[in-house]
């Protein structure tokens, strides 16, 4: 057993156009299609809004999709959004969204990906009038809980499991759309509730549950942005990038699609409207009982999948983080359980799996983290897409093998500020948790500056050959070498 801070290692040319695909698409389809489609119909009420909001939320997916794009083509590095932000913006404002990812965002994602495993779990269990208060969240923190675990053992059988949940998932995914072409189209058993005279009576028209029904299926949508996490190790990236996000947008945008217009036609929306487990009550229409169970306990383990994957995915984030001094050096604290195995991101786990825990147990519900992580992530969305048009006016001559249209980032950004703007006015309290803590990161930039500060001279003296390389350099951001810096006094760090 071992601690180490660990120098972050050379990344390969690795993931070509199948690679990068398959890990959108992994990632996209993800718990929300599970989840979200019993919160979307009791906002829209009718079944025509409840298909047009999915499609409306697949191009606003695919408007950041294609801004992506050209980030990711021009600046192929790792890091992503910290490397747009900090280089259109500075270093504080980098560390402002490295804070808040890490605090808030990414263990949201993981807390709502074990609610939707628990829910499919206690399925299998009970009924929902027997359901245990408690049943719930204590089968969403053990999942949590067993993740970490399992991650803190071992890095490799991390991933490999998470390799095979995930081909897991998207054969439980293809199997769902087979049933309802098979009950609507071959066994013609369909609700008509898609019929275009009636399909759109009832829908709601209030604007404010517009914007929720809008925020529950950009929940299920997210994740186009991680192929840009790992840039650097895209082979082609000028090419790959455009093409495995707009491929892997477009694949999960159809798939949603099907998915919800093969439970509408096979299910009421009075029986739709507030289920968490929809999933399972459209197999047993179709095949009965026994085909519940399995789907019930196949999408328990595919949202576990999910949950693994993104507090996989968020400990080498943060990891990185620490290592590049983003974030404090103990994010980078490695740990050894296991001779013979890969150093594990120990600290980084611990902190995503004890918030996520936290938000589980003391957020009211599954919605209200939904709304937590969506205001979270629409902000630095909007924000990455304002860096994209900065970088156009301040570095004219960078190169952009792919570029889009400026009206694409311009419609972006002015949905992202109505809907954030929208969704923080429906829902203060609950919003609030992402605004302390992106206030308390304020305090804490120039706190952690003046720790490096005091820190820097002695780390140069003690280890002259360590260069404690950062996500953030002269190679990503090239003011660095030129002293424009907000930060160019701690270069030599």
Known sequence: MGVYGGRAKAYSKSIGLRSAIGLILGVVIGSGIFSSPGLVTTYVKSPGATVLVWFASGLISLLGGWCYSELGAALPFTGGETVYLERAFGRRTAFLYVWVSALVARPASVALS??????????????????????RWGAAGIAIGTSCLIQM????????????????????????????VFHAGIMDRGTNQLDPVRSFSNTQSHPGDWVLALVNCLYAYNGWNMLNLAASEVANPSTTIPWAIQTGLLIAMFSFLWINISYLMTINIEDISGSTTVAVDFTRVIVGELGGQIVAGGVALSAFSTCHGLLFAGAQAIRESGRSQILPRIFAVQLQLCRDVNPTPVFALFVQSVIAIAMVYFLEGFEAIVRVYVWTQWVFFSLCILALVTLRWVEPELDRPYRVWLIVPVLFVGISVFMVFVLFFLSPGTCS??????????????????????????????????????????????HYADGESDTADLKTL
């Not at 074990?114 to 049943?135: G, N, R």
């Not at 390389?469 to 090239?478: E, G, R």
Request: charged share 10%; net charge negative.
């Open 114 to 135: 074990a609610i939707v495993s628990s829910d499919y779990a206690c399925s299998l269990l009970w009924t929902e009038e027997d359901e245990p208060d408690t049943a």
């Open 153 to 180: 053992t071992s890095t490799y059988f991390a991933a490999f499991s998470l390799s095979i949940l995930t081909a897991f998932k998207m054969l439980l995914v293809l199997a769902i759309c087979l049933l309802g």
């Open 433 to 478: 948790v992402a605004m302390i803590a992106l206030m308390l990161g304020v305090p804490a930039w120039y706190l952690h500056q003046y720790m490096l500060r005091r820190q820097g001279a002695a780390a140069v003296v003690a280890n002259p050959n360590d260069s404690h390389p950062l996500l953030v350099t002269t190679a990503t951001n090239p």
